[in-house]
């Protein structure tokens, strides 16, 4: 039996399978997102950018109209400090052929989108990736619309479209995926703690009483 490309074992995203591409997270377009608290975008997109970096998992930057809409946020520059933003004129990132570039030059076919605005910035690309046979998850809290119901309305289309949801917290379990993969653990639970709020400092805890059984 021929099983779905967005079910099974096959449609989970692993650090091996998937880039991330994060466009317009800069100042002009946080001004008027209302959808989330504005702080929260910018905590949950840094942790997903952080997530992607302890993997090792390709991240794509891009902003638009950066003389005038202002640098990438910097707690996501710095933790690229020498990855140039693409910097674009197109509103749809995917009409910007270095966009595309960047993201074939990885070899993966699962992008993961996150975006400032939902509406617009992050609905465009998606469907035209989408239609052109890529495997799309959208990273709905590390992205916001100008109210609610933008948003909303959006990651309906996106869903409609073929978009597979995913929160940036999901995606840190999903890479990681079984806790006796104990390489990256220490930095996902320290990025945790700093991001994550109380599951955060929930996984701290229990990482400290793993280390503590371990030398027991």
């Known amino acids: 039996m021929e099983t779905s490309p967005k079910a099974g074992l096959d449609a989970l995203l692993t650090p091996d399978n998937c880039v991330v591409v994060m466009i317009d997270h800069q100042p002009f377009q946080l001004a008027n997102v209302n959808s989330h608290e504005p702080t929260m975008v910018v905590n949950n997109a840094t ?25 990438i946020f910097k707690s996501i520059q710095d933790l690229f400090p020498d990855q140039k933003t693409i910097d674009r004129t197109f509103i749809n990132a995917w009409e910007d052929q270095r966009v595309v570039d960047a993201v074939k030059k990885t070899g993966r076919k699962k992008v993961v989108f996150a975006a400032l605005w939902t ?4 609905a465009m690309p998606v469907i035209q990736a989408l239609g052109e046979g890529w495997d799309v998850y959208i990273v709905t809290d590390a992205s916001g619309g100008v109210s609610k119901e933008a948003h909303d309305m959006a990651v309906r289309r996106m869903v409609a479209a073929g978009a597979q949801p ?31 709020g109380g599951t955060g400092i929930a996984i701290a805890w229990e990482y400290q009483l793993l280390n503590t059984a371990q030398k027991a």
């Open 47 to 71: 942790g997903l950018a952080r997530t992607a970096k302890i993997f090792g998992v390709p991240v794509v930057l891009t902003t638009v109209m950066e003389g005038r809409g202002g640098y």
């Open 119 to 122: 509406e617009m910035c992050l």
């Open 166 to 196: 995913i929160t940036w917290l999901g995606m840190g379990g999903e890479l990681q995926r079984d806790w006796a993969r104990t390489e990256h653990v220490g930095e996902l639970a320290e990025m945790f703690a700093a991001h994550a």
